[in-house]
């Protein structure tokens, strides 16, 4: 089955820098990779997806790159701000009839002021 | 709307006990998934199911395991007898199902179990 594997797993910025997370998964048949943030005592809540036919996807601060070849994809939060701090999960599905995610281990975001 | 609603918040149990977890998914919405996270497993789904229909339980880790969605509005999951090894944060998540791969998924705020 797929699995996925996320790094690193925690990343302290200043208010202001970049971040980045990377993930990788092991089934090319996946299709759809979905950024979830857990802020403390909530449950995951989507930020931003991407599609197997999408090289890169902005919203606002925050992309979402993937390259199929290496099987990889990468979160990247600019001008980061103390509120950005969470856990960050990435996931991978593919199209088995339902939207099948299989999660990554988790990235705890801690912005400084 | 008032989002997923999962009760209750947190449980205390002892080792033995039967344990039910409940859960109101969104209005409209036609999927329904409970999932477990651990610090160990991290986040991972134990059942998936449509139109109050089971489709996937390949998670459900035991039989000690069971959930059920008697109507649209309302799932349960059922742990019987409890051991501490079950202890973990179990969320409940919703989503309006059209078949496409991009179906979101709305997690409610979890119950937090714990199993002495």
């Known amino acids: 089955g797929e699995n996925v594997e996320q790094h690193p797993s925690t990343l302290s910025v200043q208010e202001g820098d970049s971040a980045v997370i990377k993930c990788t998964y092991s089934?090319?048949?996946?299709?759809?990779f979905p950024w979830y943030k857990q802020e403390l005592g909530k449950g995951p809540q989507l930020i931003i997806d991407?599609?197997?036919?999408?090289g890169e996807k902005k919203d606002q601060r925050i992309a979402v790159t993937l390259n199929k070849t290496a099987k990889h994809f990468s979160l990247h939060i600019t001008e980061t701000q103390p509120e950005d701090s969470a856990v960050y999960f990435c996931?991978?599905?593919?199209?088995?009839?339902?939207?099948?995610?299989?999660f990554g281990t988790g990235t705890r975001l801690l912005v400084s002021p | 709307d008032a989002g997923v609603i999962q009760s209750p918040r947190h449980e205390v149990t002892e080792m033995g006990q039967e344990v039910t977890l409940r859960c109101k998914p969104i209005?409209?919405?036609?999927?329904l998934f409970w999932y477990r996270q651990t610090m160990m497993r991290g986040l991972e789904l134990l059942i998936y199911?449509?139109?109050?229909?089971?489709?996937?339980d390949s998670g459900m880790p035991e039989d000690r395991f069971s959930a059920k969605m008697p109507n649209a509005s309302f799932s349960t999951l059922k742990i019987q007898p409890s051991e501490p090894r079950d202890s973990a944060v179990y969320f409940c998540a919703s989503s309006f199902r059209t078949g496409a791969i991009t179906d979101t998924q709305y997690f409610g705020p979890g119950t937090r179990l714990t199993v002495l």
């Open positions: 089934d090319s048949a996946s299709n759809y």
């Open positions: 209005s409209g919405h036609n999927s």
């Open positions: 996931a991978a599905s593919m199209n088995t009839g339902f939207q099948k995610l299989v």
């Open positions: 991407i599609r197997s036919n999408v």
């Open positions: 199911f449509n139109n109050n229909v089971p489709i996937d």
